[in-house]
């Protein structure tokens, strides 16, 4: 996650059970927030400060933010592709995550 206010990449393909690490780069915190509406039937909620829900990531931030450093990681039980943006920037800042 970087100062551009971009996911890079935006897309990745893993396998069931991998993790995905989120890091941000530059000086701008950012939050992993997954579109709740989108996920795949069954699949476990994701998002940077754990919370269980789509509307409580957004009304807790700015807790849940990653800052410069910091790490955000989540490991993907369910196959399925999974949409998510950054809560300051959704306007331009979203990927998704592939699992096959
Ligand atoms: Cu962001």
């Given at each position: ?9 935006e897309?990745?393909?893993?396998s ?24 795949p ?8 400060g754990d ?7 957004r009304?807790?931030?700015?807790e ?17 592709e999974?949409?998510?943006f ?15």
């Amino acid at each position: 996650m970087n100062d551009e206010l971009k996911f890079e990449p935006e897309s990745v393909t893993i396998s069931v059970g991998d993790t995905v690490e989120w890091v941000t780069t530059g000086a701008v915190a950012h939050s992993v927030t997954a579109y709740e509406d989108e996920l795949p039937d069954g699949a476990a909620y994701f998002a940077s400060g754990d919370f269980e829900s789509e509307p409580a990531a957004r009304q807790a931030y700015p807790e849940g933010s990653v800052g410069r450093d910091e790490v955000y990681s989540h490991t993907f039980e369910t196959a399925g592709e999974f949409p998510y943006f950054c809560i300051p920037h959704e306007s331009g800042m979203v990927g998704e995550v592939i699992v096959e």
